[in-house]
């Protein structure tokens, strides 16, 4: 099992920066892959971002390309997102996950989902 928290969500203006924080509890946290995920309402979970096991590789979907950043730190068994640039259309539950399957954008191919953090932008 793992236990995951994020933390760090909020309404800020467009145009501003958030950094969310997802910390793991439980199995050796830096065995999986680690993924971000949003959803907005009435629509589906979307992917954000994916970091490798070690952190050297990112992968980032192409909405966010260029103001989101994923980062790791497997001493603090913690991921983040760096926001920047934010827009309207980023307002979402951000979620985090452990990467179980093969896939970076399909939700079904990960697990142990964190109970998410509210951002909002406004315009």
């Known amino acids: 099992q793992v236990q995951l928290v994020e933390s760090g969500g909020g309404l800020v203006q467009a145009g501003g920066s958030l950094r969310l924080s997802c910390a793991a509890s439980?199995?050796?946290?830096?065995?999986?892959?680690m993924g971000w995920f949003r959803q907005a309402p009435g629509k589906e979970r979307e992917f954000v971002a994916v970091?490798?096991?070690?952190?050297?590789?990112?992968y980032n979907a192409g909405s966010v390309k260029g103001r989101f950043a994923i980062s790791r730190d497997n001493a603090k068994n913690t991921v983040y997102l760096q926001m920047n640039s934010l827009k309207p259309e980023d307002t979402a539950v951000y979620y985090c996950?452990?990467?179980?399957?093969?896939?970076?954008?399909?939700?079904?191919?990960?697990?142990?989902w964190g109970q998410g953090t509210q951002v909002t932008v406004s315009s």
């Open positions: 439980g199995r050796t946290f830096n065995n999986y892959a």
């Open positions: 996950a452990v990467r179980i399957g093969n896939s970076n954008y399909d939700p079904n191919e990960y697990n142990y």
């Open positions: 970091i490798s096991r070690s952190g050297g590789t990112t």
